[in-house]
């Protein structure tokens, strides 16, 4: 199991700035995901965090708008860049059991509003 | 077309009643996940499934592979289970996971 530690957990944010998301693991995990959750939407996956290496962006997700550090195996961060208010979402880490098709863990969740 | 379907979008219902959500997926799945969303944003899994039936206090979730349809029922409902339940499966075909929009439970004292 793992219990995942994610802060903020929520912000208001004026548009233009940038927001950094932490996300911390009790447990050496080898992936960690990020996924937003737009208002009314499924979940969707920004992108794969591994250690060491640079992070696998889904189509429709850049480096450039989201960039992910992932300096080792318990912690990574997902920054929301020059925000807009379209960037309103739920923004949630999640780590690799879900991969290995056992339970899911997740984090409590960002709950992010851009003004 | 999403993937995976959900039903109803939203449910009221009375403290007590028995509750099912559906849902309904279009794609070869490996594994199918019920994941319950708090209203912090917040999310905690509550079942993973490949076959049949599994039970974990008034929860119960159901798989039918090949009609390609999971239902998860709640027996005696109380207010705590107000929540937005998802469903989520992970193809096994390319490797990635498809998610539902949830149905958003409210449980009336």
């Known amino acids: 199991s793992a219990v995942i530690s994610q802060k903020p957990s929520r912000d208001i944010c004026q548009r233009g700035t940038s927001l950094t998301i932490q996300c911390q693991v009790d447990?050496?995990?080898?992936?960690m995901f990020w996924y937003r959750q737009q208002p009314g939407q499924s979940l969707t996956l920004i992108a794969t965090?591994?250690?060491?290496?640079?992070?696998?962006?889904e189509s429709g997700f850049v480096i450039d708008k989201f960039p992910i550090s992932r300096p080792n195996l318990t912690f990574s961060t997902l920054t929301v860049s020059n925000m807009s208010p379209e960037d309103s979402s739920i923004y949630l880490c999640?780590?690799?059991?879900?991969?290995?098709?056992?339970?899911?863990?997740f984090g409590q969740g960002t709950r992010l509003t851009v003004v | 077309k999403n993937e995976v379907e959900q039903s109803p979008q939203n449910l009221t219902a009375q403290e007590g009643e028995f509750i099912t959500i559906n849902c309904s997926y279009s794609?070869?799945?490996?594994?199918l996940h019920w994941l319950q969303q708090h209203p912090g944003g917040g999310i905690v899994s509550l079942f993973m499934?490949?076959?049949g039936k599994k039970k974990h206090g008034r929860l119960i979730a159901t798989i039918n592979i090949q009609e390609k349809h999971s239902s998860l029922h709640i027996t005696a409902s109380h207010p705590r289970d107000s929540a937005v339940y998802i469903c989520?499966?992970?193809?096994?075909?390319?490797?990635?996971?498809?998610f539902g929009t949830g149905t958003s439970l409210t449980v009336i004292p």
């Open positions: 989520a499966v992970f193809s096994n075909t390319g490797n990635q996971f498809y």
């Open positions: 965090a591994n250690q060491g290496s640079e992070a696998t962006y």
């Open positions: 499934l490949s076959s």
């Open positions: 999640s780590v690799d059991f879900w991969q290995e098709n056992t339970e899911a863990f």
């Open positions: 447990s050496q995990v080898t992936m």
């Open positions: 794609v070869g799945i490996s594994a």
